[in-house]
């Protein structure tokens, strides 16, 4: 690697360094895009063992480094990975996504639940994470992830994805202590496994709660923010210089509630202006994204376009760019190349196109 650090790109714009540009990766760059990927998941169908045999979860994890060299490399797995070691079995059907079953619905349910043992229950995750980082060294930074407690509760509860979160939020508003109990719960075990992920090579840690933007901001406040609190206070007192990140979809309502997470950097999706997205989380916090995926359906043109706007708008100061979701399975792998190609060489593009 160039330079006089040996410390990688991302990894040195999430502690604040400034640089010529910002650095790239994508949310679900490993994936059903890829054709390697594909051909990978016809030989593999199940979803665990794809994320759960380390060989198969490091060669899914570096198929779009090899391809496109991004500045980030993410651990291939899913936010509902940890919960078999609390005593919460899933399995991932292809069309339907996850199920739990039973789902979580009763206090005895909750009060059997066990602390989880990472070292015990996802001794593969170490596996993965430090090869991952013997493959991409200095190159690339590695990337853990979890699931925040109000999703991954959301998802034990529910039993399966849902349109409208009728169940959770009944159980919410009805039987509160019940919930809060459970979110506790959760948040000890995530921070626990985010600990995990950092002492076994991950250098950046994003919590996803994805279905947090679901909820009214008020009762954000109540549900999900202070349990995003609690995980990132026990991440941080273990590991104060680990950068964390984190992302809501759906979250321009609850924009400078997030900024209050204990997050290092919050990753906004693209219902929000960048500019605006700035401006509202002030000034100490980082920023990622925006790009609408969907914007890599359009022509080369409009892909930089769009990218080099949302460079202008986030400045030079802890920027990570990357899309504001995951990346479509249908995107043409073209586009996803340029848009790589085109967010590394920002800095000459933003001086030809000032």
Same mark, same amino acid.
Not at 261 to 273: E, F, K, L, M
Not at 284 to 289: C, F, K, L, N
């Given at each position: ?194 600990? #995990?992920?950092?002492? *076994?090579?991950?250098?950046?840690? @994003? =919590?996803?709660? %994805?279905? !947090?933007?679901?909820? &009214? ?29 984190? #992302?809501?979809?759906? *979250?321009?309502?609850?924009?400078? @509630? =997030?900024?209050? %997470?204990? !997050?290092?950097?919050? &990753? ?45 708008? !986030? ?40």
């Amino acid at each position: 690697m160039t330079g006089s650090t040996q410390v990688p790109f991302l990894l040195r714009a999430a502690r604040g360094e400034i640089l010529e540009r910002p650095p790239v990766w994508m949310m679900r760059q490993a994936g059903r895009y890829m054709k390697v990927y594909r051909d990978l998941r016809d030989q593999y169908p199940s979803f665990r063992d794809r994320s759960e045999k380390p060989e198969l979860a490091i060669e899914i994890s570096l198929q779009p480094f090899r391809a496109f060299q991004p500045d980030g490399v993410i651990l291939f797995s899913d936010i509902l990975t940890p919960l078999p070691g609390l005593g919460i079995p899933f399995d991932i059907v292809e069309s339907r996504g996850p199920i739990i079953d039973p789902p979580i619905r009763s206090l005895e349910q909750i009060n059997q639940l066990r602390p989880l043992e990472p070292a015990e229950s996802l001794p593969f995750i170490r596996e993965t994470l430090q090869a991952l980082r013997q493959e991409v060294g200095n190159a690339a930074t590695v990337l853990g992830f979890v699931g925040a407690p109000w999703t991954l509760a959301a998802y034990a509860i529910e039993g399966k994805s849902s349109k409208d979160y009728t169940i959770i939020k009944s159980m919410a508003f009805n039987e509160p202590a019940m919930l809060h109990q459970f979110l506790s719960k959760l948040a000890d075990a995530i921070a626990t496994y985010a600990c #995990y992920q950092i002492e *076994s090579g991950a250098q950046v840690v @994003q =919590m996803f709660d %994805s279905w !947090a933007g679901q909820l &009214s901001p008020q009762d954000y406040a109540v549900f999900a923010l202070p349990y995003q609190q609690q995980v990132y206070k026990k991440v941080k007192a273990a590991h104060p210089e680990t950068p964390l990140i984190l #992302y809501i979809n759906g *979250s321009a309502g609850i924009l400078e @509630q =997030m900024a209050t %997470s204990g !997050a290092d950097i919050v &990753s906004v999706d693209w219902t929000v202006d960048m500019a605006q997205a700035r401006q509202r989380l002030g000034s100490e916090m980082g920023v990622q994204g925006n790009v609408d995926p969907c914007a890599l359906f359009g022509s080369k043109d409009f892909i930089r376009d769009r990218i080099l706007d949302t460079i202008r708008k !986030a400045g030079k100061w802890k920027h990570i760019m990357n899309l504001g979701h995951g990346i479509l399975p249908s995107t043409p792998e073209e586009n996803a190349a340029f848009f790589f190609e085109t967010a590394k060489q920002a800095h000459e593009l933003l001086a030809v196109h000032a």
